[in-house]
Nanobody, 125 residues
Framework: QVQLVESGGGLVQAGGSLRLSCAAS????????MGWFRQAPGKEREFVAA????????AYTGSVKGRFTISRDNAKNTVYLQMNSLKPEDTAVYYC??????????????????WGQGTQVTVSS
């Protein structure tokens, strides 16, 4: 397993931007695909974005395409989520997660074996 710690959340007005970071421990970060999930009050945790080992493959949920960008820096053991044009409906606790590479990017919560503690993102209208 890999230990994950998110940061970068906060309060932002609609249309603004935030960049979330997820710092990973261990020396095997490059062998994990990474995902971002979010959970709003009263709702189930949902997939947001994921990235493969080298960053050449990515996936996004439809509601964030064109606004969010996932990236990773394996030398720094860090994955990022750049969020632009934020909307109130983006308000949620955002979690990063790690999944041992199985040849594909997963959008399923149960496929991820390591999770961070979450960071709150609040978008005001």
């Amino acid at each position: 397993q890999v230990q994950l710690v998110e940061s970068g959340g906060g309060l932002v007005q609609a249309g603004g931007s935030l960049r979330l970071s997820c710092a990973a421990s261990g020396r095997t970060f490059s062998f994990y695909s990474m995902g971002w999930f979010r959970q709003a009050p009263g709702k189930e945790r949902e997939f947001v974005a994921a990235i493969g080992l080298s960053g050449s493959t990515t996936a996004y949920t439809g509601s964030v395409k064109g606004r969010f960008t996932i990236s990773r820096d394996n030398a720094k053991n860090t994955v990022y989520l750049q969020m632009n044009s934020l909307k109130p409906e983006d308000t949620a606790v955002y979690y990063c997660a790690a999944d041992r590479w199985r040849g594909m990017i997963s959008q399923v919560t149960s496929d991820y074996e390591s999770w961070g503690q979450g960071t709150q993102v609040t978008v005001s209208s």
